[in-house]
């Protein structure tokens, strides 16, 4: 029994070493009762209600009916006025921005956002991006907000404790917690850079936009979409990595667009052709690009990508996606079991169909779809 209980005291020990100032340990001493009380109140003034008003074009479902099109002269597209809710992160207390879903605030015209203390603040959308389903919000006389520090999303582990902040069903703040039950979640049909954390933490329509949170009071992803074949929450729920988030977000704040790039490859899962499981593949390799420039050749297996690894094609392809034209990666790659380096420089991306494009970057694999958390949206993802 002495055994057990020191063994115990040195658990919880180690877990207190872990965390200092994150979650209340219990007291075997006292029989006080383990909370994340202290860390719920240091991180939630930081997570805002989002609701939006605008109207949306979309098409006209009698519009399919070859009959119906014969005789009546009805538009091919409709206009719909949206109202909803969703959440919202403060990230820069000082200058107001807001990070949050594209598709939270889509096709609005007017966007209200309201603090954990009932203050209802107007904003305004800095700029949006589909592709990673991001955008940027400026709360109008910013005063007296509290923001929200980025955590590193890549030092994350599958069992890692995390709580997700937001806004579900409109009800008001909610909190619940979970675990991170996988990373680089890949092809669920969101079409876009997709590289999801999932988590098993309660994530419902109107968390679109919330905070995903680590025990150490950072910020580690933006909550964006569930499976849920009855639409609640059935525990699986995938967020935006917040370095993802905050590279796309700098990019708006400076240019008020994300400006892509290309480096001239097309990329597949090494286990696809039966090599390694890890890395990805290089298909094919565009003359002339900067890929072939710095020495890539088809049949290299990438594996680290800025001395970070990488585990699959879909990774890469968002690296190389979310990176600045002009800057330059380090790709660690294995050719015939020889390990070497090479420096590429991001070039500008053409627009798709133009002659220096086939196969780049590719698209990822299709899956069922992933439902929007956020304005009750059904489904959206690609590259």
Do not use: W
Not at 271 to 296: C, F, T
Not at 334 to 351: F, I, L, N, W
Not at 352 to 376: E, I
């Amino acid at each position: 029994m002495c055994v057990v209980r020191l063994l115990l005291s040195a658990f919880i020990f180690a877990c207190a070493a872990l965390f200092p100032a994150a979650a209340q340990i219990p007291d075997l001493k006292t029989g006080s009762m383990p909370t994340l009380a202290p860390l719920v109140r240091q991180v939630t003034p930081a997570v805002v209600n989002i609701s939006v008003h605008g109207r949306v074009r979309e098409d006209n479902p009698l519009y399919r009916d070859p009959i119906f099109r014969e005789f009546f002269d009805a538009p091919k597209q409709i206009e719909k006025e949206v109202n909803a809710t969703g959440s919202g992160v403060i990230v820069d207390a000082v200058r107001g921005y807001v990070l949050t879903n594209n598709h939270v605030v889509e096709g609005t015209a007017t966007v209200q956002v309201t603090t954990r203390d009932g203050r209802q603040l107007s904003a305004k959308v800095v700029g949006r991006d589909p592709p990673t389903d991001v955008a940027v919000l400026q709360i109008q006389n910013p005063v007296g907000l509290k923001a929200l520090a980025f955590g590193d999303s890549d030092a994350l582990e599958v069992g890692d404790f995390v709580l997700a902040i937001g806004n579900p069903f409109g009800l008001g703040q909610t909190v619940t917690s979970g675990l991170v039950s996988a990373l680089g979640r890949t092809g669920l049909g969101k079409q876009g850079f997709e590289d999801f954390i999932q988590t098993d933490a309660a994530i419902n329509p109107g968390n679109s936009g919330g905070a995903l949170v680590s025990l150490r009071g950072e910020l580690v992803g933006i909550n964006s979409a569930i499976i849920s074949p009855g639409g609640g929450n059935v525990g699986i729920g995938f967020a935006i990595p917040a370095n993802m988030a905050r590279r796309v977000m700098e990019q708006i704040i400076a240019t008020g667009h994300v400006e892509r790039g290309h480096i001239g490859v097309s990329l597949q899962d090494p286990r696809l052709s039966g090599a390694r499981a890890e890395g990805a593949l290089i298909a094919e390799v565009l003359p002339n690009s900067p890929a072939e420039l710095a020495g890539l050749r088809k049949g290299d297996i990438v594996t680290m990508a800025d001395d970070r690894p990488i585990r699959s094609a879909a990774q890469l392809r968002n690296k190389v996606g979310l990176a600045r034209v002009g800057q330059e990666l380090k790709l660690t790659l294995q050719r015939r079991e020889v390990t070497s380096s090479v420096v590429v420089k991001v070039a500008p991306r053409m627009e798709r169909g133009a002659a220096a494009t086939p196969g780049d970057f590719g698209l990822p694999s299709r899956r069922p779809s992933a439902g929007l958390t956020g304005p009750n949206h059904p489904s959206g993802t690609s590259t």
